[in-house]
């Protein structure tokens, strides 16, 4: 009896928490891993045929809000209008260029104004007490924009069993307080067609990572 009792006071619970929630969280929570994923291939380096193939014709059906339906469409469109020459030349101005690119896309320099810094220890400490092992192939630091989306999608996806409460809190301490000025500078850059529209779509989801990760936790 007291067992019936305390499962229908969870069933009740889970109902009201779901009732209290906006209609865009559920709808979020199922693209999360995906956008990480893009976001990570898109910033990490140069995107292949197989990864711009994904860009031009990636659909969500989710009822998600309408600036996120714009973002990817725009996203779409720039994938389907900009050679992937060009893209390649643009991502090599961006972030590689003779001495370094136009933008830095590591958290040390956006926190601290320099490279490999405090913050980048910070997230080792974290990985490792996670179980987190970085891949051999890998040549840019944690604190990389694109491999920190990558860490993201690993702890994002739902067969990894990452708890709400560890996601948010990685996300608070390597990701929150930068990244999203870092996507902004990049949906603003000159003469960057196709990047331009991907930190427009980074500055939506990350948006929406800011207001959902809070809320999966109440």
Aim: glycine share 6%.
């Amino acid at each position: 009896m007291m067992k019936q009792l305390i499962e229908r006071q969870n069933r009740e619970l889970q109902s009201r928490e779901a009732q209290s929630r906006p209609a865009w969280y559920t709808p979020h929570s199922h693209i999360r891993t995906d956008s990480y994923v893009l976001l990570a291939a898109l910033l990490t380096d140069t995107p292949s045929e197989v990864v711009m193939e994904l860009v031009q014709n990636l659909r969500w059906d989710e009822d998600l809000p309408e600036s996120m339906d714009e973002a990817l469409a725009a996203l779409n469109q720039a994938g389907r209008t900009c050679s992937i020459d060009a893209i390649a030349e643009e991502y090599h101005r961006l972030f590689v260029g003779l001495g370094g690119g136009e933008l830095l896309p590591y958290g040390s320099w956006y926190r601290e104004k320099m490279i490999q810094s405090a913050p980048l220890a910070s997230i080792r400490s974290d990985l490792a007490r996670l179980g987190v092992v970085r891949q051999a192939d890998c040549f840019e630091s944690e604190d990389h924009a694109g491999v920190l989306c990558e860490i993201m999608a690993l702890l994002s996806f739902p067969g990894n069993e990452i708890p709400d409460h560890e996601q948010a809190a990685f996300f608070d301490r390597h990701l929150g307080s930068w990244m999203p000025q870092f996507l902004k500078d990049l949906a603003t850059v000159e003469k960057s067609e196709f990047y331009r529209a991907v930190g427009a779509f980074g500055c939506c989801f990350m948006a929406g990572e800011i207001e959902y990760l809070p809320r999966c936790l109440s």
